[in-house]
Structure formats: C-alpha cells, structure tokens
C-alpha cells in the first residue's frame, strides 16, 4: 500500500475516533479540552486529505484503491463530524441533512460517471467547498463565533457545486 492510500486508512481510522470524542462526556476534563483535542484530530484528518491527493498526483502513485478510499475517507470524516456536532446541538440539523445527501448523491453519481468512462476533476467550487466544510466543522466544534454562518456558506457551495457536477454530466453527455 503506497502513502496516499495508507493516508487515507488514517483518516478512516481518525473519523470514529472524531466521533467519539464529540460524542462522550469525559468526567473531569473540562469541555474546551475535548474542544481542542477534537479539533486536533479533526485537523489532523483534513490535512491527510490534503497530503494524499497532493502526494499521489506529484509522485504518480494515483491507484484504483485510492479512487476508491479518498473518497470514502472523506464522506467518513464528514459524517463523523456533521454527526457529533448535530448530536451536540451545534449544527442546524437542515444545514448537516443537506450536505451529507449532497455528498452521499455526488459520491454515488461519480461512481456513475466513473462507469460510463467519465472522470470528472473536482472543479474550484467543490475545492472551496471543501475548505469552507473543514473551516465550519473547525469553528463549530471550538465553539467559536461565526460557525454557524460558516456552515451556511459551505451548505450554499456545497449545493451549488453538486449542481455543478450534475450540470458538466449532462454538457459531457451532449457531446
């Protein structure tokens, strides 16, 4: 197994354990400390994202495996997160329903395109998406102001590019 894909087992391994971190009541340990520890896995786990994706393009170790554990480890990490922050009641639960049907939809229609031959690069949009998720998730989980408005700017990139995706099929379909 090469370093992008052990990369993306990491963050397989990281997202349960973002959940149970944002999920559990540590006795003794005051809240900000799971705050930080949460967020330094969480980090931790989106910065392998970054690192495998980089690695494997720069050193050609793109692989059909990596096709398929990026793109897993990434809805895992995402739901691990959406999901504790919804259980604790700092997601709007519209916003998290919303963009995890987006991302389970966009993944499943990939694997349609991926079938008719189609290789659809993640555009801008899904690339800023992508950061605005992380940068929401980080500010949610801190407790911090503006995590709320964060999350509603990924939820509007985060429809939009899934439009996008579906928009750039049916143009390539045409042709």
Do not use: C
């Not at 639960?93 to 229609?109: D, K, P």
């Not at 950061?131 to 989980?141: D, E, P, S």
């Amino acid at each position: 197994m090469n370093l992008p894909n052990t990369l993306a087992v990491l963050r397989m391994i990281l997202a349960p354990l973002l959940f149970f971190l944002l999920t559990h009541h540590f006795d003794g340990v005051h809240q900000s400390w799971i705050n930080y520890f949460a967020t330094l896995v969480f980090g931790l786990a989106a910065l392998s994202d970054f690192f495998d994706g980089y690695i494997a393009r720069t050193w050609g170790q793109t692989t059909k495996l990596g096709a398929i554990l990026d793109p897993l480890a990434d809805k895992m990490l995402t739901l691990a997160a959406f999901l504790g922050l919804l259980i604790l009641g700092r997601a709007n639960e519209w916003a998290v329903y919303l963009i995890l049907v987006r991302e389970f939809f966009i993944t499943g229609f990939r694997v349609i395109m991926a079938s008719q031959n189609l290789n659809l690069a993640a555009s801008f949009t899904g690339k800023l998406k992508t950061g605005f998720q992380i940068t929401a998730i980080i500010f949610l989980t801190m407790q911090w102001f503006l995590g709320e408005f964060l999350l509603y700017l990924a939820l509007i990139l985060t429809l939009y590019s899934g439009f996008e995706y579906i928009y750039v099929y049916i143009k390539e379909k045409k042709q």
